[in-house]
Structure formats: structure tokens, C-alpha cells
């Protein structure tokens, strides 16, 4: 999916003193929550028309690698069905509103062999002859990425292995002038046919030692819907499908793609019924977002925990690497460091402890390592918060040494493992304040005591922003509150939205994250009961983690279903039926297409793997598979 992590590092400040706006009556964004305005913005630059073998290989596959594999022509039957659907809202949209559809290419369907509940909109990356001046000294490169919805504008060097697609200057200028209209301080220039991007633009997205580029890149909403064959046999019901399909449409007419620095992830206060028009950021509630943000990171790490365990497991792998690097230094290392730093690599150790902490470790095989641990980062002297000291261990943390599942990892989940420890060495006091410690076992309890407030202190400002009702309006909100608005003119009534949610929510009772996020049972109950509690009582379904475009599932059925009480949309007691196979028959076809043989992965160079791993985040990916 397209990112919207925001990288906010600062240490986590506890804010509730800070007023939130009391009922968010602001001025309204033009933008309505109703079919008069069904795109975002009416510009071409935004699409791009491709057809389906430029989409497979330059879209789904940029490496050139086929590792997305459509489905054969003998499972047509599942492309039809879908094309079905987009047709049929497509062709109402633009009956009702000809003037503001009339420079969206009309979207074509993919199915693809891969068994997982997904499906996404893609972007297109088009490429231009157009050089772009940075400086006048450094390196020229062939081209660069420019992907105008990340704040300032990111740039970055284009991979020569990837392919893009030749587009005509006139879209190019077109991006840059509605990219210099909303983007604040970064504006470009463009003189005699080259862009000169201000130099405020590469100070808050540094270029590094490129001083040109003989061409760019840009991200342009390809006119293709991507859906996985793995969704049909996940989802019981027809208009369930519908629900999603509709939902990835809201990305495709809104061009959320191309969205422009502001026009998404911002917040605002949620009102007790929702409003007839989308909401804007306030200011006041806008003060205390980073921190939001962060806290929902902190609480959303999901690293799991072991009973009774003494250091945190975000500590893991700096008491390990603590361990390995004083062997590496010194062969006469403790028995217990050496033990620690030989044991990461056995098969038994691996078995026991798996991707720990990232999955569930052996509880017993646990202690006995830690026990081993704790012993031998007692023979380690703490020499204090100096640069051979405290900084040092920050270091570690950031970049460590000793990750014992690492060998089994592709490149793309190595990286993941480094980022993660990356982001956790920031929640780490950059100065320690604290009593004096001895050696390396009292640092670690030391900063698993810190670790613990630390996440008390989120979850209460979590807590407070959703007894204040703080909402954060994501890309991924509007199109589900879109996908709500829509379902009635394809003919299906608009709760089957709200039962694709609901589905998504699973069947567990466990509130999960804090207990902000609720289980599936509850919210279901909540639903039948019209959202009261057993009191009769109105309950507000918490956002979940704000972090996360993705609200929780269950909060996505509330919302719906408030979006669908305050429009009062229309209730279709005689839904559509296809033509054709039935649902049951569809997933039967289904099931077969991912059976499908697919491309080696293996193929791809390290290289290209990187890339990959860069440069596929350009898809607003949508999982469909139950998760709070």
C-alpha cells in the first residue's frame, strides 16, 4: 500500500492538556461526501492509459521479472464477473456527471493468480525526457522518481533495471503546477524546458551528491483494478465482492495515488453523527497528531512478550549483539557470553525461539536463555553515558549484530527487521538520566523499566484521543465511505459495506492494541444492537491505530454505518444478480487459478530485490483478510 507513516521521531510528549477542538465546525473541504463530485480532482496528469501488456510487465512486474501472474484465459469467467461490477458503476458515474468523468479513462480488471484476500490500485510510472537541475556540482544520473504526495516532494535516483513509461511533457507540467499550487514552501520552475526544483524542496527531502538528472519519473494512476484470486473463496457472499470492488474504485476516480501534501492524513474531531460533507484539519487537534502518531507506533509495534521475562523484547537483539561483540573483541569472553553468542546459530535455538519477538517463543527455552544472557551482560561493565558507553549501546540497538533468524530472510524482510530497529533505537533517550549503574544487565533492566512507562504513556494518550473523539482522515477512509455511497447505484443495498467489515473483524472476543481496537464477536453484537451497549447506552468504536491508514475493522463498520444514517442513502431491497456462474461456482473457479504455476521468485538479482522492495509500495494495497 501507499505509505503514510509519518516519520515523526521526537520523544513522546504527554499533550492532554491541550484543548481538542469541542465539535470540529470548522470550515468544510469542497470536497461532499455525495456522487455530484465523484473524483478528487479532474486533471489527466492524474491517470495514466496502459494497456494490459505494459500493465503486467512495467506495473505489476516493474523489474521485468513476472512474478504477478494474471490468470489464464481459461479462468475468464473471474475477470468478467469483476468487469462486471466496475462497468456498471463506471457507466453510472458517467451518465450522472459527464463533465467531471470526462478525463478518466475507463478502469479495466486484472485478476492475478495469488492466493492471498488482496486487491489494489496500482500506479503507472510514467517517465519523461525532462532534465531537472538540483545544483550546479555533484553527480548526473539518468533519471529520478518524484513522487509529489510525500511531503515536500521525495525525489530519489530511478533504478536503471526498472521500467517506466514514456509520457508526453504536457502531463508533467500539468503535476507540477498543481503540485506548486498546494505544496507550500518547495515550488519547481521550469525554463527552457528544464525543472528547477527550489532548494527547499531537496532540503527537506535530501537528494544526496546528485547534482542532475537527464529525465524523471512520476506516479500516475494506472487505469487498471487488481484483484487477487484468493479473494473470492475468502469472501461468503457476492456483494461482500461488490463492497471491495467498489472500495478500491473510491482509490481509482479519487486518484488517491496522486493526492496532493495535505489533502489526506490529517486530523480532526469526529462528531456524533458523521457529517454531510468530509471533514478538515483543526488546528488545535492538529497540535497534538505527531504525538498521536508516535504513541500509536510505540503501542503497535507488536513485539510479544514472554511471561515473567526481565528484559523487554525490544532489547532482544542489542543484549545478544552486547554479547557477540565482546567475544568478537575478546576470545577469553565469559563462558555465558560465549554460549550466548554460539547459541543464536544453532538449529535448536532457531526452533525453539523461531522469529521471536516477532513470533512466539518456547516459554521454557526462553528463560533458560535469558537466564544465560543476564549472566554474562553482568561480567560486561557499564562505563557510563559517554561515547564508548551509553551512545555506543544506542548504536547497537540501531544497527545490531546478532539477529539469529537473519540468514532465512529475502532482502525485503531483512530490511523490514533493520527498520524496525532503527525506529526503536529513537525511542531511546538520546541523554540517560539515571542512578549509577554498574554493568550492562542493569542498563537493560534499566531501560526495560523506561520502555514500560513509555508505553503506559501512549496508551494513555491514546486513551484520551479517543474519549476526545480525535479522528485522523486517511486516503483509506474516503474510500471506504465512498465505496458506501456508491454500492446503491450499482444496485446493491449499502450494508453489504458493513458486512464486509464485519467479516474482515473475524470471530475473536479479544480486544487487541491496548484494548482500542475491539474483537470481531463484540462488534458484531454492537451492530445488531444498533451500536448500544447492554445498557442501551450509544458506544463510540475507537479509530484503533492511527498509524495505520487502515483504521480497525470494526470501526469501519461503524463508520459506514454512520455514513450511510447521515446521507441516507438509498436501501435496495432487490439487489443486482449477475449473469452467469454463481458465487459458489466463481470460487470454485477461483480456486483453481491459484493453482496456477507461477514465476521462480528466485530470479531477481539483490539488486532488483531492493528496488522491488522500494519502489512496489506504489500500489494502494488493500488486505483483506480479518485483522483488527
Not at 575478546?330 to 550466548?340: F, G, L, P, R, W
Not at 558507553?389 to 544497527?399: D, F
Not at 531483512?414 to 533517550?429: F, N, Q, S
Not at 484503533?544 to 442513502?569: M, V, W
Request: charged share 20%.
Amino acid at each position: 500500500m501507499v505509505s503514510f507513516t509519518r516519520q515523526a521521531r521526537g520523544s513522546l510528549l504527554l499533550t492532554c492538556g491541550v484543548m481538542v477542538g469541542a465539535c470540529g465546525q470548522g470550515s468544510h473541504s469542497a470536497l461532499q461526501h455525495n456522487t455530484s463530485q465523484p473524483v478528487r480532482a479532474k486533471d489527466d496528469w492524474n491517470w495514466q492509459r496502459v494497456n494490459k501488456e505494459d500493465f503486467v510487465e512495467t506495473v505489476l512486474n516493474p523489474s521485468g521479472k513476472i512474478t504477478n501472474l494474471p490468470v489464464e484465459d481459461k479462468y475468464q469467467a473471474l475477470q468478467d464477473r469483476t468487469q462486471f461490477w466496475v462497468n456498471r458503476l463506471d457507466g453510472k458515474l458517467r451518465e450522472l456527471h459527464p463533465e467531471e468523468m470526462a478525463q478518466v479513462p475507463k478502469p479495466q480488471v486484472q485478476v492475478i493468480t495469488d492466493a492471498s484476500p488482496n486487491a489494489f490500485v496500482a500506479a503507472s510510472l510514467a517517465c519523461y525526457d525532462v532534465p531537472v537541475h538540483f545544483s550546479d556540482s555533484g553527480e548526473e544520473v539518468d533519471k529520478v522518481f518524484w513522487n509529489p504526495s510525500e511531503g515536500a516532494g521525495a525525489f530519489e535516483e530511478w533504478p536503471k533495471s526498472y521500467h517506466c513509461l514514456p509520457a508526453t511533457p504536457e502531463t508533467l507540467y500539468a503535476a507540477i503546477e498543481a503540485f506548486n499550487q498546494g505544496s507550500g514552501t518547495c515550488k519547481f520552475q521550469v525554463k527552457n524546458g528544464i525543472i528547477y526544483p527550489k532548494a527547499s524542496c531537496t532540503e527537506a527531502n535530501p537528494i544526496g551528491a546528485i547534482s542532475e538528472a537527464r529525465g524523471i519519473v512520476l506516479p500516475r494512476t494506472a487505469n487498471w483494478i487488481t484483484i487477487h484470486a484468493g479473494l473470492f473463496p475468502f469472501l461468503e457472499t457476492e456483494r461482500a465482492f461488490v463492497g471491495v470492488i467498489t472500495h478500491e474504485l473510491g482509490h481509482y476516480y479519487r486518484s488517491h495515488l496522486t493526492h496532493l501534501p495535505k489533502e489526506y492524513d490529517f486530523f480532526y474531531t469526529r462528531q456524533p453523527k458523521n457529517p454531510p460533507r468530509r471533514p478538515v484539519a483543526q488546528a488545535e487537534v492538529e497540535k497534538i497528531g505527531p504525538h498521536i502518531l508516535r504513541a500509536s507506533r510505540i503501542i503497535g509495534e507488536a513485539l510479544l512478550t514472554v511471561k515473567n521475562q526481565a528484559v523487554a523484547p525490544e532489547l532482544y537483539f542489542v543484549a545478544g549483539s552486547l554479547a557477540k561483540e565482546e567475544c568478537r573483541k575478546n576470545t577469553d569472553c565469559a563462558k555465558s557470553c560465549q554460549e550466548i553468542s554460539e547459541t543464536g546459530t544453532s538449529v535448536e535455538f532457531l526452533s525453539k525461539m523461531q522469529l521471536y519477538p516477532f513470533s512466539v517463543a518456547d516459554e521454557d527455552f526462553y528463560h533458560q536463555f535469558e537466564s544465560t544472557l543476564q549472566t554474562c551482560l553482568q561480567t560486561l561493565p557499564f562505563q557510563g553515558a559517554k561515547k564508548e558507553g551509553y551512545e555506543a549501546v544506542r548504536a547497537l540497538m540501531a544497527h545490531p549484530t546478532w539477529i539469529p533468524f537473519l540468514k532465512i530472510l529475502s532482502p525485503a524482510g531483512k530490511g523490514m527487521i533493520m527498520g524496525v530497529m532503527e525506529e526503536l533505537a529513537h525511542r531511546i533517550p538520546t541523554t540517560l538520566s539515571a542512578p549509577i549503574l554498574s554493568n550492562m544487565n542493569e542498563l537493560m533492566l534499566h531501560l526495560t523499566d523506561l520502555l514500560v512507562k513509555q508505553k503506559t504513556a501512549a496508551l494513555s494518550l491514546l486513551t484520551y484521543a479517543h474519549e476526545n473523539h480525535v479522528g485522523f482522515y486517511t486516503a483509506e477512509q474516503e474510500a471506504d465511505e465512498e465505496s458506501i455511497e456508491w454500492l446503491p447505484l450499482v444496485g446493491i443495498d449499502p450494508s453489504a459495506g458493513v458486512e464486509t467489515y464485519l467479516a474482515l473483524a473475524g470471530d475473536s472476543d479479544e480486544a487487541t492494541f491496548g484494548g482500542l481496537v475491539w474483537g470481531g464477536k463484540t462488534c458484531k453484537e454492537l451492530y445488531r444492537n444498533h451500536w448500544k451497549d447492554q445498557s442501551g447506552k450509544l458506544v463510540v468504536v475507537p479509530l484503533g491505530n492511527y498509524a495505520e491508514p487502515h483504521h480497525s475493522t470494526c470501526f469501519r463498520a461503524y463508520n459506514a454505518d454512520l455514513e450511510i444514517q447521515a446521507h441516507k442513502y438509498p436501501r435496495i431491497q432487490k439487489e443486482t444478480q449477475a449473469i452467469g456462474l454463481s458465487w459458489k461456482e466463481l470460487q470454485k473457479v477461483a480456486q483453481k487459478a491459484m493453482k496456477q504455476p507461477a514465476a521462480e521468485e528466485s530470479s531477481f538479482t539483490p539488486e532488483e530485490r531492493t528496488a522491488q522492495a522500494a519502489f512496489h509500495p506504489y500500489w494502494h494495497n488493500c488486505p483483506w483478510a480479518p485483522k483488527g
